[in-house]
Each structure stands twice: as structure tokens, then as C-alpha cells.
């Protein structure tokens, strides 16, 4: 392994696990798009593959199979005709790979697995004979497959009924990086960054490693984002579309229930889903909220108090938020748009939503900061819409405590400390008495404020403080 990885410490020592092991490996690694699967297999197995292919995006079975026999020609020093059907082409692998010592490990690399099963192929079929015929009674054998199409990987080769069914030796579900190993990445890059604008960009681009990438450290972080997003043709001008048509079949379906959700800040129930895009309530709508929340691209909350049919789901992409709120109606915006709008009300108002989401993605570190992390916590929203006769409230986010503990947090994203003014006191209080009296509670209520400087002022109707260098631990 090089040295190239930041971060990943857990996945490391899985892999490291599975290639120790006298047994045969099949391991599947997923995630999101752009979220460095094939860079984290690339460089702990340090490029030493005995086969290593790729599934090509839209390409016919044909296609597919001739670049799989050009990839055995190739890694083998052969000279392969081009076989007609899958079951050839995984005879051919298997009986290069059966030349190989067996003295050592010998590791096949199958990424981007999902754009191989094209329609009709038998791909599937085919692996798994290979798979189960052969590889599973090798000794020496490490076959890891990769893939982005999230729903797929869960579906054929995860929960797999079939042929594969409890025949994989591990599975890494890859997540985007946290505030901390984004932080990591950044100082590793010669980024000389405050937190505060690294809360900010992750904000924009989530811990996806591809985006920050991009980034330039001789540049602010306006300017990048000018840079990559608003100015025409530049890296990440046209990412959304190719993002989605790549990962997900029907793909305007897709764009539609997150375009939907993008609207409401607490989120939809799936009833509301479908009638704000028009969907019905059927099978392709479970469908297609299953794969968002395979894929990342939406987290499914329950409604305090409330029964799973409940469910609020709630679009967490930074970047497909990013998009709907700021690139998809303004292709004529100036390429400085960033930075000369910071002040404009819709980029606070997307700070504070966007502020949300980043502390509802680090619950752990949250609860860390509580001293709660080995208590039993079940993680809700609540809201409730106001009358004539009494006000309304809304309650970011909700931890239901197994001691009797109920912590009511509130999320406030500032450049300087936050001040609790006496209209913010009494919003507070509102807050916690309309919870206890719709809930009926009896538990003890605690408002837990979450900011980025810490807050100053009146301070007696919280019980507890969280900032933003707490979300980095």
C-alpha cells in the first residue's frame, strides 16, 4: 500500500484483514459517485493487479466483452479471438488466472461492475459461475468488484439470492470524507484554510474527493468556487447531469423527486413526493427512493413519535443542493458571482439549510461532544404547522435519549459568535414548549445550540454547546 491515502483508516484495516486471509476474497466496494472507490483499491493494492478491467457506460455486450478479452490479452501477453458470451470470457480469466503461483495472493480488480451487466448479457449468471465454480475454492484468490450504480452492487452482489448468496468476504460501503479527513485532504494539498471556509466548502462539495480535487490552494475559496462552478465549461460547470445520467436508469425521474426535495428544507413524505412530482405511489417511486438512499443522495428521517409510514426523506447531496439553489436557472451569471454575492440574503439563507445538513452528517461527533456517545439515541425532526390562535415551531433535529434525556438541537451557522438576543430566547422557549405540549413528553427537554463560534448573550435557556471545531474531532 502507498501512501497516497488520507484517511479511510477502518476500510484499510478490512482490506488488510481480507488479504491476510487462507481463505478466498470476494469484496465488494460501493458508494456514491465520485467518492473514491477506485482510488482507495488503486493505491492499497498498490496498482499490483494480476487482472484489472472496467465497465464502459453505455456500451453494448459486445463492447464490453471485447474490452474484458483485450484486458486478459494485455495483463497475460495473449492473443485471445473474442468470445461471443460472458461464460467464455470468465473461462478465458479463470484459466490465465490458474497459471499463476500459488505461492501468493493473485488479485482481480472488476470495476464500474454495473455498466457490464448490459441488458440480456447474462453477466451476472456468468460471474457468479465463475465465482462459485472456481474462485471461492482458491486459496490465493482476492477478487474485488466496484461499483458506483449503488442499487445494483446492493441488489446482484450484496443481498444477492442467488448464486452469490453469502458467498462475499466483505463489503465496504464507501462514505464521503468527514469534516476531519477533509480537513486532512486539504492540509495534505498545501490548503491553508480557516474552518470556517472548509465548513463552507463542504458545504458546496460534501467530502466527495473528486470535487476537492479540483480545488486550487493558491486561490480563496470564492474564487474557487467561481472558479469551478460558475465559470463556463470549467470542471464542475456541467456536473450534474452527467452525474445523474451515469448512475441512475431514467434518470429525469430521478432529478425530478430530488428537484422536489430540494424545495422543502425539512424534507417530504412519501406521500407528498408523490404529489409534488406527479409520481404514483407505486413500485417505481420505491424504486427510485430506494436507490437515492443507496447512493447517498437522500437520508430518510422519522417524524418524532410517529410510525414508519411516516418517514421524511430528506435530499443530503451538498452539491445537487448547491445546483438547484444557485447553477440550474442562472446559466447567464457572472463567472465572479461568488464572490461578489456573499452577502446576499439567498446564499445566508442556503448557508443556514446547508449548516443543517453538515450536523446531521456528523451525529457521531455531535454526540461525542455531549458525552452521549454509549447512550441509546434514536434520531428524528419534528415540526408543527401554526394556527390562528397558536404559533408554530420547528425542531432541527431531535435526539431521543435512552436515559430520559431529550436534546433539542438548534443549528445557527455565523461568522462571528452567535447572540442570543431576546427575540432568539424566546423563539427558543417556544420551541420547547410546543414540543412538550404536541409530544406529551415527560421526559427533561434540553436545547442544545449548534454553532460556529460558540454564542454569547443569554445563555440560560440552553443546556448545552456545540461548535463548529467540535464537528471536526
Not at 473461462?91 to 441488458?119: A, G, H, Q, Y
Not at 463489503?171 to 486539504?186: A, D, H, Q, V
Not at 450534474?240 to 425521474?253: A, E, M, R, V
Amino acid at each position: 500500500m502507498n501512501n497516497k491515502i488520507i484517511g479511510r483508516e477502518k476500510e484499510i484495516k478490512i482490506l488488510q484483514k481480507c488479504l491476510s486471509s487462507s481463505e478466498s476474497q470476494l469484496i465488494i466496494v460501493y458508494g456514491r459517485r465520485r467518492v473514491g472507490k477506485t482510488f482507495l483499491v488503486n493505491n492499497f493494492f498498490d496498482y499490483s493487479f494480476d487482472f484489472k478491467v472496467s465497465g464502459s457506460y453505455g456500451l453494448s455486450m459486445d463492447a464490453q466483452i471485447n474490452n474484458f478479452i483485450s484486458e486478459i490479452n494485455l495483463s497475460f501477453r495473449k492473443n485471445y479471438s473474442v468470445p461471443t458470451n460472458w461464460f467464455d470470457a470468465f473461462f478465458i480469466l479463470r484459466k490465465e488466472l490458474e497459471t499463476l503461483p500459488t505461492d501468493k495472493k493473485s488479485v482481480v480488480f472488476i470495476d464500474e461492475m454495473p455498466w457490464f451487466d448490459t441488458p440480456h448479457s447474462d453477466f451476472l449468471p456468468a460471474f457468479e459461475y465463475f465465482w462459485n465454480n472456481w474462485g471461492a475454492g482458491r486459496d490465493n484468490l482476492v477478487c474485488v468488484v466496484c461499483g458506483s450504480a449503488t442499487q445494483w452492487i446492493v441488489e446482484n452482489i450484496s443481498l444477492n439470492k442467488g448464486g452469490l448468496f453469502n458467498r462475499q468476504s466483505c463489503r465496504l460501503y464507501l462514505e464521503p470524507f468527514t469534516l476531519n479527513e477533509t480537513e486532512k485532504y486539504l492540509v495534505n494539498k498545501g490548503f491553508v484554510w480557516s474552518r470556517y471556509d472548509i465548513a463552507e466548502c463542504y458545504m458546496i462539495m460534501g467530502g466527495i474527493p473528486y470535487y476537492l480535487n479540483f480545488l486550487d490552494n493558491s486561490l480563496t475559496l470564492s474564487q474557487n468556487i467561481d472558479a469551478l462552478f460558475f465559470k463556463r465549461r470549467e470542471f464542475l460547470w456541467d456536473e450534474f447531469s452527467h452525474l445523474y445520467s451515469t448512475l441512475f436508469k431514467n434518470s429525469p425521474i430521478y432529478i425530478k423527486v430530488v428537484e422536489a426535495l430540494s424545495k422543502k428544507r425539512m424534507g417530504m413524505t412519501r406521500e407528498e413526493i408523490s404529489k409534488e412530482t406527479g409520481l404514483p405511489q407505486n413500485g417505481v417511486l420505491t424504486n427510485v427512493l430506494d436507490n437515492l438512499e443507496y447512493s447517498s443522495f437522500i437520508h430518510i428521517y422519522q417524524y418524532f413519535g410517529k410510525k414508519t409510514k411516516d418517514k421524511i426523506y430528506q435530499l443530503s447531496d451538498y452539491y445537487t443542493l448547491f445546483y438547484f439553489k444557485f447553477l440550474k436557472n442562472n446559466a447567464d451569471l457572472d463567472e465572479n458571482f461568488w464572490s461578489n454575492s456573499l452577502d446576499n440574503p439567498s446564499i445566508r439563507a442556503w448557508k443556514g439549510l446547508s449548516f443543517e445538513l453538515l450536523c446531521r452528517d456528523h451525529i457521531s461527533e455531535i454526540k461525542k461532544k455531549l458525552g452521549i456517545e454509549g447512550v441509546l439515541t434514536e434520531t428524528s425532526v419534528w415540526f408543527k404547522k401554526g394556527t390562528e390562535e397558536e404559533k408554530g415551531a420547528q425542531i432541527d433535529l431531535v435526539l431521543d435519549r435512552r436515559d430520559r434525556i431529550i436534546n433539542l438541537l438548534e443549528m445557527k451557522f455565523s461568522e462571528l459568535e452567535f447572540e442570543i438576543d431576546k427575540k432568539t430566547s424566546e423563539d427558543l422557549i417556544n420551541k420547547r414548549e410546543c414540543f412538550r405540549s404536541a409530544t406529551k413528553t415527560k421526559k427533561a427537554l434540553h436545547i442544545t445550540l449548534v454553532t460556529t463560534y460558540g454564542c454569547k448573550g443569554n445563555r440560560n435557556m440552553i443546556q448545552s454547546e456545540v461548535t463548529l471545531d467540535d464537528l471536526f474531532e
